[in-house]
Structures are given as C-alpha cells and as structure tokens.
C-alpha cells in the first residue's frame, strides 16, 4: 500500500514544481465531415431542448443539471475559488491547513492525511478516505468508502482550490460490491438519462451524496476564511 501511494504521489501534478519546496508535514499521520455536422446539430438540439425544460419541477434538478459534476480533460475536478480579500497568502495557508487537517480528523474519516506541503508555494495536498453515508436505520447502514484528494493553493487574497481523483468502494464484502471512479460513475453520462431529466437508479445515490460533501467541505473552507 506504501508504494502505491508513494507512486502516486510521484505522479502528482504538482510535483513538477522543484521537488526542494515540498516536504511531508510534520503531522500523527504523515503519508470523420458529415457525421460531424450530424452530431453536432444533434447535440444542439438536445441541448436546445433541455434549455426548454420547465426546471422548477424536475426533481433533484441540482443534481441533474450540466456542470453539477464539471469535467476537465476527461477527469471529475470540483474546482472552488475564493477572494479572501485583506489576507495575504501565508495567512491564507496557515488557516486552509488548519481546516484540512482538522478534516482528517473527524468520525467519517478512515485513512486521510496532509500529504504534501509547499511552504514556500503556500500550497496543500492532502489526501482523504471515508465514509460516505446514504441511509441508516435501527436494522440497516448503507454507506460506501470515498476517496478523493484536496489541493489547495494559496496566493495573496485568493484561494484556488480543487477537489479530484474521486472513487468509491462499495459493499467490498459481498459479491455484488463496487469499485469504481467518479469518472464511470457519477459524471453525466453514466447518472443522468439522455433527456436529461432524472437521474439512473444506481449512481444516482453517489452522484447526489457526492455534491453534497464537496458542498460541504467547500463550505467548511468559507467559513474559516471568513
């Protein structure tokens, strides 16, 4: 398990910055023309289409709508931005750190961690793992294992931060269980039906919980910076 999180690690984005500026933070847990037009006619009309929908009366509309689950190159990446206007970026750093690592900490939490510093950049990589509930009851409890990874970077007056690299473990102990990504998952094409008004039985618990954490977390971040 060591190895492949050191692997990751080393495949890590930012990681093309001089390898001297990061370090682990000392913490408990360091670690082809005409089927061309064709389609894009097509895809306009749907789009067209949807734009017509009477939104107010689609259930989970939040969820369903383009860009709940925004894609860059292919991948899930929540992004949050924020003016933090009078701090400058080590202020900023100093308080983002302390929320993410009190993250890490909470009851949910299962194996997470600051996993990265950048003192100099004032950037934060720290890497979750936890539980992700979807009901509980007196007899039942249906949860799934959540991974994704939080990089901050701060800079004066600005927060830049993404939350990525999302994938579930569900059910591991039975036959029927799952592990997959957030990318075959929870984006737009596996969630949601191709009207685009109701989301597929399935995914469409993970896709809902989902938005709701990262809601939260992003949340979480506001209300320390304020």
Not at 41 to 60: C, F, G, M, P
Not at 90 to 117: C, G, R
Not at 161 to 166: G, K, P, S, V, Y
Request: overall charge positive; some cysteine; aromatic content about 8%.
């Amino acid at each position: 398990m060591k190895k492949i999180f050191i692997t990751f690690l080393m495949c890590c984005p930012l990681m093309c910055a001089a390898q001297s500026e990061w370090e682990a933070p000392v913490t408990n847990q360091n670690k082809e023309t005409k089927e061309v037009k064709d389609t894009a006619k097509k895809s306009h009309k749907a789009e067209a289409k949807v734009k017509t929908l009477d939104t107010k009366n689609i259930k989970d509309w939040k969820y369903i709508q383009k860009g709940a689950v925004p894609e860059v190159d292919g991948k899930v990446v929540f992004t949050h931005d924020v003016d933090v206007n009078g701090k400058n970026a080590q202020e900023i750093y100093n308080i983002v750190y302390a929320t993410l690592d009190s993250l890490t900490k909470k009851p949910e939490q299962i194996n997470s961690s600051i996993a990265l510093i950048n003192r100099k950049g004032h950037s934060i990589v720290a890497r979750y793992q936890e539980w992700l509930e979807f009901s509980k009851s007196f007899i039942s409890l249906d949860r799934t294992k959540m991974s994704y990874i939080i990089i901050a970077n701060c800079s004066d007056n600005k927060l830049h931060m993404t939350l990525e690299r999302i994938s579930y473990a569900y059910e591991e102990d039975r036959s029927t269980g799952l592990k997959t990504t957030a990318e075959n998952w929870i984006t737009d094409k596996f969630a949601v039906n191709k009207k685009g008004t109701k989301l597929i039985p399935g995914s469409a618990k993970f896709r809902k919980k989902t938005i709701d954490r990262k809601d939260q977390i992003f949340q979480l971040i506001d209300n320390a910076l304020k």
